[in-house]
């Protein structure tokens, strides 16, 4: 008797894989864009001040935890601007008691944001690791189901 077998299951499972992933990707990368621009360094500069620089504990869910809030005013075309934006596709997981000592309150720092929205800042103009490591590994994973659709397709 001759037994077949039918792959239909998981190769619908690949394609919403590699869909899922693509989108991730390109959300993850789009939002990092649009957030810093390619290059935040080409961005317009102001000088800012640090106003608030502490390591907070949280309970989120029974579970405690630290974070970490730097937060830095500066002035746009007469406009007052309030951020906490360290860097681009950052999380409190990068930073470490290091950030709060490079910036204690009342530094002055270099403000780097968004010509047509100002309010949209960053004072390391770099990607997160956070931010880079999820849009490699999604893009990543695109690819790898990708090319595993493609082997599996010839295969039939």
């Not at 899922?20 to 649009?34: D, G, Q, V």
């Not at 100002?118 to 103009?125: A, D």
């Not at 990607?127 to 490591?133: C, F, K, L, T």
């Amino acid at each position: 008797m001759h037994e077949t077998t039918d792959d239909t299951g998981n190769g619908c499972i690949l394609v919403f894989l590699a869909l899922f992933s693509f989108a991730a990707f390109l959300y993850l990368s789009y939002t990092t864009y649009m957030y810093c621009g390619f290059n935040p360094k080409k961005n317009p500069k102001v000088e800012g001040v640090i106003i608030k620089s502490s390591i907070e504990q949280s309970n989120w869910e029974r579970r405690r935890g630290y974070s970490i809030d730097v937060t830095y005013e500066y002035h746009v075309d007469g406009n007052k601007y309030l951020s906490n934006r360290v860097c681009c596709g950052s999380s409190a997981n990068d930073f470490s008691k290091e950030i709060i000592q490079k910036y204690p309150v009342g530094s002055k720092v270099s403000v780097y944001y968004r010509a047509k929205k100002p309010n949209m800042s960053v004072i390391e103009p770099r990607i997160g690791r956070s931010g880079a490591v999820m849009t490699f590994a999604f893009g990543f994973l695109f690819l790898a189901t990708l090319l595993l659709s493609i082997f599996q397709a010839k295969k039939q």
